[in-house]
């Protein structure tokens, strides 16, 4: 389904003025509400994209889900009122537009998110007031176009809007009924918790954005476009229902930067700003598409829109795989390419439009060039996979339709979601195809199969750790972890359950010695010890900024009260091995930018006690050289003994200008802590990290390969573990040198000689192999008999291959130059027939190999056939063979005439 609208004439042009150009409206909204005279906001940066705390999530989808620990009450921070601009995806799990993307005039895969939020400070009154006149005196929006939604007996928002905007009550509309299961203009975090009323702000592009049955008043259509949404938590919803006021209510907004956009610039479509326009106009300019065009103008659009969510997500450490986030973006990609091919395009282009992107947002979000570059590579590997795929797909598509029977004319929907969901191909693409052969596609079946994938990945895409309900036994989510180098701590509970998993709980603690799950670092270990009862420890996570304890009952039975304390132990030597392994991660990383090149980034780490992974940006294999040369620089640096220098509360700008290396895409506060080890390591990190690069030894890389588009990943071990490793390798070594009967200083000497004795060998029997093996030609000859006025030898030989069987026939024809040859041999449970005719019989007619292997095959329920000179074949019943070869005399005298 394509846009209903006609578009514009042309496409929006790089010269036409622009009194609100993109990063305008993105400036204009933070100054508004940081620089507001009574109510001054924080500036908060956007939070990544892939979630650092939140395993709900597969991408961040909303500009709350960085303050959901405060709009729960379970964190404190040193503001209470905030705004920010916070780069989202919805294409996977609740919240997924991918498949309408690129239709419509409003729906996207990544968008920014402007958003205001105050956490127990102003509430409605505040907030409306707000919406109005920014809306209104500042970006200077037409009152009489402004429509707002409330939910049914908000009775409050309605007075608010008719004394701040004057709104008559025609362009204020109730909508939505909890009751009734309808919860429009009712917003809430989950199936329980806070919860509450909203109301939207909508603007009238007017008819020419469209005239049909949607396009009314918060219906699904075009014309009211819905452009900021604030919502007011007031409520507790708990599992049966019921509503419970909140001691503390909170305002979450959310404006739409693409669709305020759209209004600000006159448009009708988000595609037509120039938050598009420009990489529009250079996929235009590739492939002489035409923007009139309304098929290839969804082509075009989705491009534009997959390239920005693309861009931003690898660029952010995001991967390409087959599950998870890493599919949604593997199918982001090849809806991309399907339409890029639509344009005409052959080959991978997606990767040569991503400084385009780049272009757009400079300015905006830090985007370095070799990041662009790192992610371009990756998107064209990615596409040159595909590329072959989708050729594999359409042989896929017609080995199917030929594998139909008369009758059956119809691709099956397991079938068509298999060419979906394993080639890309999507289901209207196969019914073209098939529909040009007279065949249908079961789209009913695939959509069911289709809701199946869906329920999958939205199971994918949450996080729940199954149990029985919450014991609280104080409000708020603790103050976390208490600091570095502390192994027991006694403290308080603040709330705690049992799950499902017999003998396991979930506790959050006061405060905590248990180092949480983050930067590739896992979870402490240890005990927790209660009245009359001990935990171990086996998982931490911090969870929206509320560290989590798993722990499973080892002893006596978990009854917790108020005013019970409980003592934490952690796992000192588990912990300090972990340490080794994240020092010599940071190591790694500057060993690979100073060998590799400085274009290598992170893209994601696994630091445990006995092992580290590094996954890093670079589009090929590391050489067994560079491989060596990175386990000299580290362990140089090792050896140097350097002090590893950890400094809490730096400023952020301090700690760039003096060089740190930050990851790309994550999220700093103003002050961080920074790690320095030695001279030439310099990162910001919150891990466990040892005193001084000598503790770790020394490193070994123990495997090196891809994971993903222009990702390596290498895996290594240090101290105790490459001990380990040392030790294993040398009993191995002295076990082979054991059974080659040398000493392990030889063992390359003795393996070097049995190779040459093993090539020799091979040498040897390739030239019996050539010379017929041990058949004795003279003896076959010695046994030919006269057929049609010439020698004919019929034999049937023992040989190893088919290869030593045309060598014999081969020697023959050189003894018996005026002969015909015919071998039969038995091999591997099958038949093989070679048949040859002499030189000096060269012209004569009367004597055909190819005929006469024919012959001879059918008789073994085979086939052959070849030259006059020399043909083979085969059959599939050897016991007939000594029949075939005896039949041979009458064969050639019926052939010669």
């Known amino acids: 389904m394509y846009l209903r609208r006609a578009p514009r004439a042309t496409p929006l042009n790089a010269s036409e003025a622009m009194t609100w150009d993109q990063k305008r409206i993105r400036r204009t909204f933070l100054d508004y509400f940081v620089e507001h005279p009574t109510l001054p906001h924080r500036e908060v940066p956007s939070s990544p994209i892939i979630p650092r705390d939140d395993p709900t999530l597969l ?38 537009d991918l498949d309408a993307v690129g239709k419509d005039a409003r729906h996207l895969t990544w968008f920014e998110m402007l958003g205001n939020w105050s956490f127990g400070d102003y509430y409605k009154e505040a907030a409306i007031t707000m919406a109005w006149k920014l809306s209104t005196e500042v970006y200077g929006l037409d009152r009489e176009k402004i429509y707002v939604s409330v939910y049914k007996d908000d009775d409050e928002s309605v007075a608010i809007w008719k004394d701040v905007a004057h709104l008559p009550d025609e362009r204020i509309y109730r909508f939505g009924d909890v009751e009734k299961g309808d919860e429009e203009n009712f917003w809430s ?28 008043m918060g219906g699904e259509g075009d014309r009211y476009m819905e452009f900021w949404n604030n919502v007011f938590m007031d409520s507790n919803r708990s599992a049966d229902g019921s509503m419970t006021p909140l001691a503390l209510q909170s305002v979450d907004t959310g404006m739409g930067m693409e669709r ?79 339409h890029g091919r639509r344009l005409g395009f052959d080959g991978p282009f997606l990767g040569a439009l991503v400084p385009q992107v780049g272009e757009l947002f400079e300015g905006v979000y830090d985007m370095p060039a070799h990041i662009l570059q790192n992610t371009a590579d990756a998107l064209a590997e990615e596409e040159a996979r595909f590329f072959r795929t989708i050729d594999q797909g359409m042989s896929r598509i017609h080995q199917i339709m030929e594998a139909k029977g008369e009758g059956d004319r119809v691709i099956g929907g397991d079938e068509a979601f298999k060419l979906y969901d394993t080639f ?5 693409l196969t019914a073209i195809e098939a529909a040009e052969r007279g065949f249908t596609v079961d789209e009913a079946g695939f959509e069911q199969a289709m809701e199946a994938q869906r329920e999958r990945s939205r199971e994918a895409g949450t996080f729940k750790e199954a149990g029985g309900e919450w014991h609280v036994l104080r409000d708020g989510g603790g103050q976390g972890f208490t600091g570095y180098g502390r192994a027991n701590l006694e403290t308080a509970v603040m709330r705690w359950r049992a799950l499902e998993d017999e003998g396991r709980y979930e506790l959050v603690l006061k405060e905590t010695p248990f180092y949480a799950e983050s ?18 420890i086996e998982d931490v996570q911090s969870i929206n900024g509320v560290v989590h304890h798993v722990g499973r009952l080892t002893k006596g039975e978990v009854r917790l009260t108020a005013s019970d304390r409980v003592i934490a132990h952690v796992d000192v030597e ?107 390591s310099f990162e910001l990190c919150g891990g466990n990290h040892v005193g001084r690069t000598g503790d770790i030894g020394h490193l070994r890389i123990t495997s090196e390969g891809g994971v993903a588009a222009g990702v390596r990943r290498i895996e290594a071990v240090v101290g105790h573990a490459a001990d380990a490793l040392a030790r294993d390798e040398h009993h191995r070594l002295r076990e082979a040198a054991g059974l080659l009967k040398t000493d392990p200083a030889r063992l390359v000497e003795r393996v070097e000689a049995l190779l040459d004795e093993q090539r020799s060998l091979k040498k040897a029997l390739d030239k019996a192999r050539r010379s017929g093996g041990a058949v004795d030609a003279d003896a076959l000859i010695e046994a030919a008999i006269e057929v ?62 190819g005929k006469l292997v024919k012959a001879v095959t059918e008789r073994v329920d085979g086939k052959g056939g070849g030259r006059p000179d020399f043909a083979q074949g085969g059959g599939k019943s050897p016991d007939k063979l000594p029949a075939a070869i005896a039949a041979v005399p009458a064969l050639v005298a019926d052939i010669a005439g």
């Open 59 to 96: 991408f961040t989808n909303a500009g709350m889900n960085q303050f959901k620990a405060l709009l729960l009450g379970q964190e404190k921070r040193d503001y209470t009122r905030a705004c920010s601009v916070q780069k989202c995806v919805r294409a996977g799990g609740k919240h997924n």
């Open 189 to 216: 975090m989950g199936d329980t918790g806070p919860c509450g009323p909203c109301t939207e702000l909508f603007y009238d592009l007017g008819p020419e954005a469209g005239t049909g049955p949607d396009d009314y």
């Open 260 to 338: 305020i956009t759209l209004i600000l610039q006159g448009k009708l479509s988000v595609y037509e700003t120039d938050l598009f326009q420009p990489i529009i106009r250079e996929t235009m300019r590739r492939t002489g598409a035409d923007w009139n065009d309304p098929e290839r103008r969804v082509d075009l659009q989705v491009i534009a829109d997959h390239l920005r969510c693309l861009t931003f997500t690898i660029s952010e450490g995001g991967q390409f795989s087959n599950e998870g986030r890493g599919y949604v973006l593997r199918r982001i990609l090849r809806r991309a390419v399907r």
């Open 424 to 428: 890309g191909f999507p289901v209207d």
């Open 519 to 536: 930067g590739g670092e896992i979870a402490d270990h240890g005990t927790l010890e209660g009245p009359g009862f001990t935990l171990a």
């Open 574 to 680: 588990r912990r300090a091995k972990k340490a080794l392994h994240h020092t010599a991660t940071h190591l790694l990383h500057a060993a690979l930018k100073h060998v590799v090149g400085p274009h290598v980034e992170q893209k994601g780490s696994v630091v445990e006690p006995d092992r580290l992974r590094f996954d890093f940006s670079h589009n090929k294999g590391l050489t067994a050289d560079e491989i060596e040369a990175v386990e000299d620089w580290v362990n140089g640096r090792v050896r140097a003994n350097a002090v590893v220098q950890v400094t809490e509360g730096v400023s952020l700008e301090d700690a760039k200008a003096e060089g740190v290396v930050a990851l790309f895409g994550e999220k700093y506060g103003d002050s961080v802590r920074t790690v320095r080890a030695g001279a030439d």
């Open 788 to 849: 049609a006025g010439v020698p004919l030898v019929a034999a049937q030989v023992q040989v190893d291959a088919r290869d030593t069987l045309a060598a014999l026939a081969d020697r023959l024809r050189d003894k018996l130059p005026g002969g015909v040859m015919v071998l039969g041999a038995e091999l591997d449970g099958a038949v093989a027939i070679i048949a040859a005719v002499g030189p000096r019989l060269k012209g004569d007619a009367r004597f055909h190999a």
